[in-house]
């Protein structure tokens, strides 16, 4: 990509394929290249949210902990071993990725596994780090 003030310039980057065209006012490719190719943008921050919220050994754990069933904040605080203010800054975390619903019960909040995919994703994960 390129502004006014010229290739790389500012901070800008240029593909290879830019600076092909650019110099020799030649492409790469014969054909243009397909809109239809175009990530969606909203499809990868959601991509990115659960990415993010799984990239943590502790919501991990919860996550794991959450496999057995619905828990209570106060039951996954002693599984981590952790203060009600750290569990609840990592469940908060999930829950806005969309991994877990809260359910309330009087003034107890207890968690679940929102989908099954996310379990899914975990045992892929652990069957790809199998090989290191």
Known sequence: MSDSNGPGLAGDTESVSGTLRRVTGESCCEASFPENRRVDEKAVG???????????????????????????????????????????????????????????????????????????LLDLAAALGEDE
Do not use: M
């Open 46 to 120: 959601g991509t990115v949210s659960v990415f993010k919220a799984l990239a943590n050994e502790k919501r991990v754990r919860i996550v794991e902990a959450l496999r057995g069933g619905e828990l209570c904040a106060c039951e996954l605080e002693t599984i981590l071993d952790a203060p009600q203010s750290t569990v609840a800054s990592h469940l908060s975390e999930l829950r806005d990725a969309g991994i877990v619903n809260t359910r309330k019960d009087g003034k107890w909040t207890y968690y679940r596994i929102a989908d099954t995919a996310s379990l899914q």
